[in-house]
């Protein structure tokens, strides 16, 4: 009797001790308390350190409180910033910077990730302009979206009040943070700069201090809760704000799902750098063992398509590896002249823009030649340019006679965007070419690469059509769309001439599955470059 009372005793006892030791601990924020729910099957990858009530028991909605989330540890489904660094360099650095960068690489994962990152910025914006430094807006945001997982944008987005915590430079992270995933505040480091040029150093002022000015404000209210993989200072400086700290648990970060394209907050259609792929240290190396062969290879191409006809040059560029798909619909409508007007000649081919060698492939589909009118073109390209070229002047009235010249002569080819668009969405179709002639062929343009974009806004346009050749196996689609009635492209004025530019615009977005928008050639150049897009 007495021995089995002492046994319960001693259980009471341990279970009594295990109970404060649980309490204690859950005060000290060191046990997990649970995990919160996010809209997926798989299970959560959160581990919530509670200080006070439970994240799913608030009484206010989410969409009133605010969110502190760590940029690269909350949503970044890659755990290595190399890649992006690589992007800086090879859009602002050059080549031998890249392969400095790359020959380090061993290095940056054998030191501390402080350090480590510190070489990276070291090597990445010395000696870069300030004032020229638009990576941040133009570049970095398509590759930082792609990366975002699912699972933490999900949490993050319930949030009303967002503010975004980064251990790169500010300027890498500012642009995608408050542009497409409305983030009220983005805190990054701070480079330091001389005579207009950054000096690879980071200022001293550390991210949690800054973290603290932001949450000690008025604004943020009593509700705050931290995301991410802070560090211990950060951790610190967010326990005396936050009601919880949620910690992503690093290890299982590669099983988030890719965000989808139709779930971005804003949606991604100007971007602009050369490279079509996520420079990962693989990745990369694999792109300079291909340069020496790609370079050669692409000279040869542009040669070949240059001297020899279309007849024997389709199959040599094929052989290289260049992919050209085909498509014409068949066309019921012949054209008329109308008695007592003049009319021109020639049938204007409307196509939308994705590549400066758009009209050449026109004209390689339609077997024959045609010319061609440019807003903006380089006078390398149009020295080397095997069609007639003519630049448009942006005077109304001087551009219709030179387009109106040009149809007498034979057939015209058209880009009414007037700007390329590297993503499948088609801006606003200028309706001059409405104006102009008899028959009206819409034409749909898409093109696939891999490892370069074979357009640019702030890069030499000059070396366009080099970098287009210079992919592997580049694949142009050209689907030759049925001509609109006669009737329907004479006498138009006012308003019909909008109906036929928008027409034309909607059968082309049809054909390849693109979404029609209202921007414009200047809204392109003017997020992407800061400028208007001329170039002399």
């Known amino acids: 009797?007495?021995?089995?009372?002492?046994?319960?005793?001693?259980?009471?006892?341990?279970?009594?001790?295990?109970?404060?030791?649980?309490?204690?601990?859950?005060?000290?924020?060191?046990?997990?308390?649970?995990?919160?729910?996010?809209?997926?099957?798989?299970?959560?990858?959160?581990?919530?350190?509670?200080?006070?009530?439970?994240?799913?028991?608030?009484?206010?909605?989410?969409?009133?409180?605010?969110?502190?989330?760590?940029?690269?540890?909350?949503?970044?489904?890659?755990?290595?910033?190399?890649?992006?660094?690589?992007?800086?360099?090879?859009e602002s650095g050059g080549l031998l910077r890249a392969l400095?960068?790359?020959?380090?690489?061993?290095?940056?994962?054998?030191?501390?990730?402080?350090?480590?990152?510190?070489?990276m910025v070291f090597i990445s914006f010395f000696g870069v302009r300030k004032d020229k430094f638009r990576i941040g807006t133009a570049v970095l945001p398509k590759f930082f979206l792609e990366d975002i997982g699912r699972e933490g944008f999900d949490l993050v987005m319930r949030y009303g009040r967002k503010i975004a915590v980064s251990d790169l430079p500010r300027i890498m992270?500012?642009?995608?943070?408050?542009?497409?995933?409305?983030?009220?505040?983005a805190v990054g480091r701070e480079l330091k700069a001389h005579y207009g040029y950054y000096v690879g150093l980071m200022e001293k002022k550390t991210i949690s201090s800054t973290v603290n000015e932001l949450l000690a404000g008025k604004k943020t209210g009593r509700h705050v809760v931290a995301i991410g993989c802070f560090s211990k200072s950060t951790h610190r400086q967010l326990d005396l704000h936050c009601k919880e700290v949620c910690l992503?648990?690093?290890?299982?970060?590669?099983?988030?799902?890719?965000?989808?394209?139709?779930?971005?907050?804003?949606?991604?259609?100007?971007?602009?750098?050369?490279?079509?792929?996520?420079?990962?240290?693989?990745?990369?190396?694999?792109?300079?063992?291909?340069?020496?062969?790609?370079?050669l290879?692409?000279?040869?191409?542009?040669?070949?398509?240059?001297?020899l006809p279309y007849e024997i040059s389709s199959p040599i560029l094929a052989f290289t590896g260049t992919r050209t798909t085909v498509t014409k619909a068949k066309q019921?409508?012949?054209?008329?002249?109308?008695?007592?007007?003049?009319?021109?000649?020639?049938?204007?081919?409307?196509?939308?823009?994705?590549?400066?060698?758009?009209?050449?492939?026109?004209?390689?589909?339609?077997?024959?030649?045609?010319?061609?009118?440019?807003?903006?073109?380089?006078?390398?390209?149009?020295?080397?340019?095997?069609?007639?070229t003519v630049r448009l002047t942006r005077d109304r009235e001087q551009d219709k006679i030179l387009m109106d010249k040009m149809l007498r002569h034979g057939d015209l080819v058209v880009c009414p965007e007037g700007t390329t668009c590297r993503e499948p969405y088609l801006l606003r179709f200028s309706p001059l070419f409405a104006e102009m002639?008899?028959?009206?062929?819409?034409?749909?343009?898409?093109?696939?690469?891999?490892?370069?974009?074979?357009?640019t806004a702030s890069g030499?346009?000059?070396?366009?059509?080099?970098?287009?050749?210079?992919?592997?196996?580049?694949?142009?689609?050209?689907?030759?769309?049925?001509?609109?009635?006669?009737?329907?492209?004479?006498?138009?004025?006012?308003?019909?001439?909008?109906?036929?530019?928008?027409?034309?615009?909607?059968?082309?977005?049809?054909?390849?599955?693109f979404k029609c928008t209202n921007l414009t050639r200047k809204d392109k150049y003017m997020i992407l470059a800061g400028n208007d897009g001329i170039v002399k």
């Open 332 to 388: 019921s409508f012949t054209s008329t002249k109308e008695n007592g007007k003049p009319t021109a000649t020639g049938v204007l081919y409307a196509c939308n823009h994705r590549t400066l060698l758009d009209p050449i492939y026109v004209s390689l589909a339609l077997t024959k030649p045609v010319s061609a009118v440019t807003y903006s073109m380089s006078r390398f390209n149009e020295i080397i340019s095997p069609l007639r």
């Open 1 to 90: 009797m007495f021995k089995r009372k002492m046994t319960e005793f001693g259980t009471m006892f341990n279970l009594k001790t295990l109970l404060s030791l649980s309490r204690l601990l859950n005060r000290l924020g060191t046990l997990p308390s649970h995990q919160p729910k996010v809209n997926n099957s798989r299970a959560t990858n959160f581990t919530t350190f509670q200080k006070r009530s439970s994240l799913v028991h608030h009484s206010k909605e989410l969409s009133e409180q605010t969110v502190v989330f760590d940029f690269e540890g909350t949503l970044l489904r890659s755990s290595s910033l190399f890649a992006y660094f690589m992007l800086v360099i090879l």
């Open 460 to 513: 030499l346009k000059c070396f366009d059509p080099l970098f287009h050749f210079l992919n592997p196996c580049p694949e142009y689609f050209i689907r030759i769309l049925k001509k609109l009635p006669c009737s329907a492209c004479r006498d138009m004025g006012g308003a019909l001439k909008f109906e036929i530019a928008n027409q034309v615009q909607n059968q082309i977005a049809n054909a390849l599955s």
């Open 437 to 455: 002639a008899n028959e009206i062929i819409p034409v749909a343009i898409d093109v696939k690469t891999s490892m370069f974009y074979g357009s």
């Open 248 to 295: 992503v648990i690093e290890a299982d970060k590669s099983n988030w799902q890719i965000l989808p394209r139709a779930r971005y907050p804003k949606p991604l259609i100007f971007h602009d750098g050369r490279l079509a792929f996520l420079p990962t240290p693989l990745a990369t190396l694999a792109m300079f063992m291909w340069l020496p062969l790609g370079v």
């Open 100 to 119: 400095a960068l790359l020959l380090l690489y061993p290095l940056i994962c054998s030191v501390r990730k402080e350090l480590g990152l510190k070489i």
């Open 297 to 307: 290879l692409a000279v040869f191409r542009m040669v070949i398509g240059l001297l």
């Open 173 to 185: 992270v500012e642009g995608v943070l408050r542009d497409y995933l409305g983030a009220e505040a």
